[in-house]
């Protein structure tokens, strides 16, 4: 046999090729399946209210003039990752303002522009806005604005003596600026006004704070709305804790409203989900908020969620407006595949009072059917896209279904809506997430989710090996076929068709099977072209 040199080149780059192809083939209609199922979604599949909120004194709820008790509600607005794939979580996080981006606040509208950005050559942030300064003819004269801060001052000129600060987590909404630096372990406050820096203290090297946002705690706001009201009452009347409260004023408090914070803390999200209060004057942490909750999953996951396991979460501290003292939290989470809510309340000691699930009306008996499975089978023509998604996902390759399996928990979830060779919010990655069952069963659960899969792949590879012999490909050769097909399923089929070799084959003289032209010897039985006529065939045509 002639083999080609280039022979296995050509193999891996049709196998690549071929998986990227209908990867994206699988990708775009496991993507049209999710997202019907998203549009199907009832609406109290993604709405979760408390009344009362818990964080009104029980004297003022109980009062007979309340009109309307405080309440809080929370609301899946749009499934936007399933249907847009999570690029404007991703575009938001980069732009402007974004929780990942370098440009910490910026304004170009009308006279008051103003820029605060972090400078990686420097290390040092820049704060630049146009201010008007009154001459003393009367007249008044715009002049651009510019200072550097560092962690040990604010110049206005760059100058090494400020030091560096590594790019830092920040709430430039908050008045000091409040920003943490991972490598320098501590907070700092920058006054814009008397241009100053303070210093909190180092935190410890077996400090098991990890901060990962400060101030407005939000991932993916367009997919999650979140509010609080307060109790409407018939009467206005100031109550035993001094608080006022107006006569039928529902007014649905939102983040960034200002009217309704504390003029004491601001809140840090840390990287295992703690929500925690950090004093404004002294930069040191006062005391746990909360947590993020954790909604049910398809496959019941660990309770304990970061946010890099949630598709979206918004976080609202609550601080009446007439004295703006920290009354609690409420913090509500969408699931990575967007398919559950929860929502919980945490009182001003971090203690959590209330919390609540999105589950279906229907019950079976005593059983609560949580949205997460519903969703799947309990809509209108949801089990048919919902068999639709699972089989496509069995067309995907075995080997990645199984990568996908151990690695469920690892790519973040916004991200996993745009994976095309990972699949996290496949069926097999749900049970990797698992908490219940023990190791074994839980991976021979994940086996059979991929059963049909594993049978495709087996049959593909017996037809892969049966044709590899039949043209004489070598048992290297053969297994190598064998193998790929099995790990790699349709695509490694699909690759061996594209890459087959092209022979022409003729019946051997002596077996009687089809043998290659190219080859001195017959593959089958190895005689030679040359068959002496002493010996007889192994074959012969029977006249009947």
């Known amino acids: 046999m002639r083999s080609r040199s280039n022979y296995p080149i050509q193999v891996l780059a049709a196998g690549f090729l071929v998986l990227v192809f209908l990867s994206l083939l699988l990708f775009w209609a496991s993507w049209l399946c999710k997202s019907i199922l998203a549009d199907i979604m009832p609406m109290n599949y993604r709405t979760v209210e408390i009344t009362p909120?818990?964080?009104?004194?029980?004297?003022?709820?109980?009062?007979?003039?309340?009109?309307?008790?405080?309440?809080?509600?929370?609301?899946?607005?749009?499934?936007?990752?399933?249907?847009?794939?999570g690029i404007a979580n991703y575009l938001s996080?980069?732009?402007?303002?974004?929780?990942?981006?370098?440009?910490?606040?910026?304004?170009?509208?009308?006279?008051?522009?103003?820029?605060?950005?972090?400078?990686?050559?420097?290390?040092?942030?820049?704060?630049?806005?146009?201010d008007v300064e009154k001459m003393p003819?009367?007249?008044?004269?715009?002049?651009?604005?510019?200072?550097?801060?560092?962690p040990e001052g604010v110049s206005e000129i760059p100058d090494k003596k400020l030091g560096r600060f590594t790019p830092v987590v920040a709430d430039f909404y908050s008045t000091p600026l409040i920003l943490y630096d991972s490598i320098l372990r501590r907070f700092f406050a920058i006054n814009l006004k008397d241009r100053n820096v303070t210093k909190g203290p180092q935190l410890p090297k077996d400090d098991p704070h990890r901060p990962v946002?400060?101030?407005?705690?939000?991932?993916?706001?367009?997919?999650?709305?979140?509010?609080?009201?307060?109790?409407?009452?018939?009467?206005s009347q100031n109550h035993k804790d001094g608080v006022f409260y107006s006569r039928l004023s529902h007014v649905l408090v939102r983040e960034g409203n200002s009217d309704y914070d504390s003029d004491r803390y601001v809140l840090v999200l840390d990287e295992s989900g703690r929500i925690d209060l950090l004093d404004k004057e002294t930069l040191e942490f006062a005391g746990p908020a909360g947590r993020l909750p954790a909604p049910e999953t398809f496959f019941p996951a660990d309770k304990n969620v970061t946010p890099d396991?949630?598709?979206?979460?918004?976080?609202?501290?609550?601080?009446?407006?007439?004295?703006?003292k920290y009354r609690g939290l409420i913090a509500a989470a969408v699931s990575r595949e967007g398919t559950a809510l929860a929502l919980a309340v945490f009182d001003a000691n971090g203690v959590p009072i209330k919390s609540d699930q999105t589950w279906t009306t229907v019950r079976r008996g005593n059983i609560i059917t949580y949205s997460s499975s519903a969703v799947f089978f309990g809509a209108p023509w949801a089990p048919v896209m919902t068999i639709g998604k699972?089989?496509?996902?069995?067309?995907?390759?075995?080997?990645?279904?199984?990568?996908?399996?151990?690695?469920?928990?690892?790519?973040?979830?916004?991200?996993?809506?745009?994976?095309?060779?990972?699949?996290?919010n496949s069926f097999i990655a749900m049970k990797g997430r698992d908490a219940r069952a023990n190791i074994a069963a839980r991976f021979l659960y994940a086996l059979a989710l991929i059963s049909p899969s594993i049978v495709l792949a087996i049959l593909l590879a017996w037809r892969v090996g049966k044709d590899a012999a039949g043209v004489?490909?070598?048992?290297?050769?053969?297994?190598?076929?064998?193998?790929?097909t099995l790990a790699f399923g349709l695509t490694g089929y699909i690759t061996y068709k594209l890459t087959r070799p092209k022979?022409?084959?003729?019946?051997?003289?002596?077996?009687?099977?089809?043998?290659r032209t190219d080859m001195d010897k017959c593959h089958r039985c190895g005689s030679k072209w040359d068959v002496p006529e002493l010996i007889p065939p192994a074959w012969r045509v029977l006249d009947k």
Not at 315 to 322: C, D, G, H, M, R
Not at 400 to 412: H, K
Not at 472 to 484: A, E, K, S
């Open 137 to 150: 003819d009367g007249t008044s004269m715009r002049k651009n604005v510019q200072f550097y801060a560092g």
């Open 309 to 324: 396991d949630l598709l979206a979460y918004r976080v609202l501290p609550i601080a009446l407006k007439e004295d703006h």
């Open 93 to 130: 996080d980069k732009a402007p303002e974004g929780r990942h981006s370098k440009i910490y606040y910026l304004n170009l509208e009308g006279e008051n522009s103003a820029c605060i950005y972090f400078d990686a050559r420097t290390g040092q942030i820049n704060c630049c806005w146009a």
């Open 213 to 235: 946002d400060i101030g407005k705690l939000n991932k993916n706001p367009g997919v999650l709305d979140l509010c609080w009201s307060q109790p409407d009452i018939k009467t």
């Open 503 to 515: 022979v022409t084959l003729i019946t051997c003289a002596n077996c009687g099977k089809p043998r």
């Open 53 to 85: 909120s818990g964080l009104v004194p029980a004297e003022i709820e109980s009062d007979p003039n309340v009109v309307r008790h405080s309440g809080v509600h929370a609301h899946i607005m749009s499934p936007e990752a399933p249907q847009a794939l």
């Open 472 to 484: 004489g490909l070598p048992q290297n050769t053969r297994r190598f076929w064998t193998l790929g």
């Open 390 to 424: 699972f089989l496509l996902e069995n067309l995907h390759p075995p080997i990645l279904s199984l990568a996908s399996y151990f690695t469920a928990g690892s790519i973040e979830a916004a991200s996993g809506h745009r994976a095309m060779f990972l699949l996290p």
